[in-house]
């Protein structure tokens, strides 16, 4: 792990301004700042790991999947949950995160 902290622990430490929509002692989620649907959320726990399959607790992993599940339901009737795991994965943050992304009129392959 870097010395240096991710741009999730500043947010979670309130260094850099986010719009939370959801907290609790363990996950934070908030809007994406470069949205990819008309709804797009981060969820973020705030024990840091770098990439999702850092995660080797099942239990940890459990709630984190349910967590995401939860903020969706409370934003969305449906959604996708979406994880980008490393570089090549296309990840850019390196501290897990959950995407959720909703709010597609027709589905996520179409204009709106």
Same mark, same amino acid.
């Given at each position: 792990m870097s010395a240096q902290p991710t741009l999730f622990e500043?947010?979670?430490a309130r260094e850099i301004?986010?719009?939370?929509?959801?907290?609790?002692?363990?996950? &934070?989620?908030i809007r994406d700042i470069a949205p990819k649907?008309? &709804?797009h959320l981060l969820v973020i726990p705030k024990q840091v790991t770098a990439r999702m399959d850092e995660i &080797?607790?099942?239990a940890e992993?459990?709630? =984190?999947? =349910?967590?995401?599940?939860? &903020?969706a339901r409370q934003h969305a009737q449906d959604y996708r949950l =979406?994880?980008?795991c490393g570089a090549g994965g296309g990840?850019?943050?390196?501290?897990?995160h959950i995407h959720i992304l909703a709010g597609w009129e027709h589905g996520p392959d179409s204009d709106t």
């Open positions: 500043r947010i979670i301004p986010s719009d939370v929509v959801y907290e609790d002692d363990r996950y &934070i989620a649907a008309p &709804i &080797i607790d099942a992993m459990g709630d =984190l999947w =349910l967590t995401a599940v939860k &903020i =979406l994880v980008n990840q850019v943050v390196f501290h897990t």
